[in-house]
C-alpha cells in the first residue's frame, strides 16, 4: 500500500524518547551496557529474516552501529525493551519514519517469544505515536509468513490494508502484509484490553 496523501500532508514524526513503564516492561534508550545482550539476541537467523534491517550475522560492530544510528534518531526512536525490576535486555521496538508515515516496528529475542511483551511494548508505542504527534494514521507491518507479528498487529487495533514487498538485509526481498491504525480507532480503543 502506499499512503494516500491525507494520511501523512502536515504530519509532524518529531517525538521525544521518554521512558516508558508498561507492566512487566520498561522501554528507554538503548545504551552501552545493552550491547552484549543485544548481539546474543540479535545474531538469530530466525529474527533477522523477520525484520528489514538487522543484519545476521550480528556482531559487536552491528551493535555499536545500532546504537549510534538510534542516537542520532534520523530515521525515528528506538527503545530498548526491558524486564521491570531485572533490567533484562529483551529486545528493541521503536517508531519509524517511513515513505508511508509513521510506523511501528519490533522484535523479541528469541528465549523471550510467547509472553506477550510485544504486544505489551507495541499497546505502549501505539499511545506514544498518537498522544504526542499529531499523525492521522500508524503504519505496521508484518511478513506474510509471521503469525504471531500479525497477532500483535491486530491486538493493538490495526486493520489489514494490503499487501507489498519489503526489502530485508537477511532473506531480499520479501512479501509483507501492511497494517494501518488511524486516531478515531485508535481513540475508541484506548481502554483496550491487554493481552
Given at each position: 500500500?502506499?499512503?494516500?496523501?491525507?494520511?501523512t500532508d502536515g504530519?509532524?514524526?518529531a517525538i521525544d524518547?521518554?521512558?516508558?513503564?508498561?507492566?512487566?516492561?520498561v522501554l528507554r534508550a538503548p545504551r552501552e551496557s545493552?550491547?552484549?545482550?543485544?548481539?546474543?539476541?540479535?545474531?538469530?537467523?530466525?529474527?533477522?529474516e523477520m525484520l528489514a534491517r538487522m543484519?545476521?550475522?550480528y556482531g559487536e560492530a552491528e551493535a555499536r552501529a545500532f546504537l549510534a544510528m538510534t542516537a542520532s534518531r534520523?530515521?525515528?526512536i528506538a527503545y530498548a525493551l526491558t524486564l521491570a525490576g531485572t533490567e533484562t535486555f529483551v529486545g528493541c521496538a521503536g517508531l519509524n519514519t517511513t515513505d508511508r508515515g509513521l510506523e511501528l516496528g519490533y522484535w523479541i529475542g528469541e528465549p523471550y517469544?510467547?509472553?506477550?511483551?510485544?504486544?505489551?511494548?507495541?499497546?505502549?508505542?501505539?499511545?506514544?505515536?498518537?498522544?504526542?504527534?499529531?499523525?492521522?494514521?500508524?503504519?505496521?507491518?508484518t511478513r506474510v509468513i509471521n503469525p504471531a507479528s500479525r497477532r500483535v498487529i491486530h491486538k493493538c487495533?490495526?486493520?489489514y490494508a494490503g499487501q507489498g514487498m519489503l526489502n530485508s538485509i537477511v532473506a531480499g526481498q520479501v512479501p509483507v502484509e501492511r497494517y494501518r491504525l488511524d486516531r478515531r480507532t485508535w481513540t475508541s480503543l484506548r481502554n483496550w484490553v491487554h493481552f
Open positions: 500500500m502506499v499512503a494516500e496523501a491525507d494520511d504530519e509532524s514524526y524518547c521518554p521512558v516508558l513503564v508498561t507492566e512487566r516492561l545493552d550491547i552484549e545482550q543485544l548481539v546474543v539476541l540479535a545474531e538469530n537467523r530466525h529474527v533477522a543484519p545476521h550475522p534520523r530515521a525515528g517469544w510467547k509472553r506477550g511483551y510485544a504486544t505489551e511494548a507495541a499497546h505502549a508505542l501505539v499511545d506514544l505515536a498518537f498522544q504526542k504527534t499529531a499523525i492521522q494514521v500508524l503504519h505496521a507491518s487495533g490495526f486493520q
